[in-house]
């Protein structure tokens, strides 16, 4: 399974609702390609600003494919601690 984030800037255009909206319809576009790929979004929008208070709308996503997972037996288990 693998686990990514999509990151949409809101700042742009931050007049009224504008800049949300924007951001909120091209994070749409964004996601909708993502499940279109195998990407299946987990769980709703997050809102988040950065240090200088810009800000960002996120999506977390999924994918279970198995052609993007990694198998598992062929990552070898780390090393035990020496004593």
């Given at each position: 399974?693998?686990?990514?984030?999509?990151?949409?800037?809101?700042?742009?255009g931050l007049m009224g609702d504008s800049g949300m909206e924007a951001?909120?319809?091209?994070?749409?576009?964004k996601v909708n390609e993502a499940i279109?790929?195998?990407w299946e979004?987990?769980?709703g929008i997050a809102?988040?600003?950065n240090r200088q208070e810009n800000p960002f709308l996120l999506q977390a996503m999924i994918n279970r494919?198995?052609?993007?997972a990694v198998d598992a037996e062929?990552?070898?288990s780390p090393?035990?601690?020496e004593a």
């Open positions: 399974m693998q686990y990514k984030v999509i990151v949409e800037d809101a700042a742009r951001a909120a319809d091209i994070l749409s576009e279109k790929d195998g979004p987990l769980g809102h988040s600003e494919s198995s052609m993007h062929k990552v070898p090393a035990p601690p």
